[in-house]
């Protein structure tokens, strides 16, 4: 939902250059982008790179990698928690 509304604070702002208007802009906020969503934005990039349309996909390939990868990363985040763990890897 938040998403949503960024987009409409966007599109404000854009109308407000495009009529000339001195009236306030909406502030923009930068959004957090979810890393387990990777592999859709790339497809999605891509092929709209290409000007192809939207498919709601993404490679399998892609979503496997992504998903070890965010595993990884989660696992890592969570063994850093406990110090005997890193003095393993000492």
Partial sequence: MEAANEAARR??????DAAGSRKRKCKIWDM?????LTPWRV?????YRKGLPWDGGASFFSRVVNLLLYAGKY???KAKKFNWFLNVWK
């Fill in 43 to 47: 497809h999605d990039w891509v092929r």
């Fill in 32 to 36: 957090y982008k979810f890393d387990l």
């Fill in 75 to 77: 696992a890592w985040g």
């Fill in 11 to 16: 599109a404000v702002n854009g109308i407000l």
